[in-house]
């Protein structure tokens, strides 16, 4: 299979997906698309407002459909949302479709972004109406068999400057891109 023209971010809210894929996407000369932010436009709304007007189904929905439209173009660095890989379809279309990326973070860490954070309470709607604590320990336990079965590439980012990240992802990239050259 070649080596797909486009990367894809995973990972929980505030691992920093949005933060280093323009840095990605710089070292790159792609084009950085953060879907939260092209879905925000598309609703002409928060997310928070949407799904709260709309249901986390629908919204499902929505975000899988962005991801099938981005698996079409190239040249591209993408900042998923944190759940996109709860859909089956959206995980085979991450392994298949792009070079995929998870951004893991610990849960305390996590938290301290999530609270340090304004874009949590305003862009973020909560998943389980849970503290920010026991939401996030409960939805990782359950996304990250999902996160590591969608990566090709597994980065801990708790120490590394966001170039640091970046150069570890492209230097993985390549050498996948050289591998698939040599095998053709």
């Known amino acids: 299979m070649a080596v797909p023209q486009r990367l894809a971010l995973i990972g929980f809210r505030a691992s920093g997906k949005s933060t280093l894929g323009p840095v990605l996407a710089g070292f790159l000369d792609w084009v950085f698309v953060d879907m ?20 986390w189904e629908r919204f499902r929905h929505e975000e899988a459909q962005l991801l099938e439209r981005l698996s079409r173009q190239t040249h591209i660095v993408v ?13 085979k279309r991450l392994q298949k479709d792009f070079f995929t990326v998870w951004l893991r973070c610990r849960l305390e ?42 990566a090709h590439l597994v980065l801990d980012v708790e ?13 993985s990239y390549e050498v996948s891109a050289d591998f698939d050259r040599t095998v053709s």
Request: include cysteine.
């Open 79 to 91: 900042a998923t949302g944190g759940g996109v890989v709860e859909s089956e379809i959206n995980r």
């Open 159 to 171: 120490t590394l400057r966001l170039e640091d990240l970046a150069r570890k992802i492209l230097q």
């Open 36 to 55: 939260d932010e092209e879905l925000t436009r598309s609703f002409g709304d928060s997310i928070a407002a949407w799904v709260e007007r709309f249901g």
């Open 109 to 150: 860490t996590l938290c301290h972004r999530l609270a340090m954070d304004d874009k949590t309470t305003a862009q973020r709607p909560s998943l389980t109406g849970r503290s920010v604590v026991q939401e996030t320990a409960e939805v990782l336990q359950q996304r990250n068999p999902w996160y590591a079965a969608s």
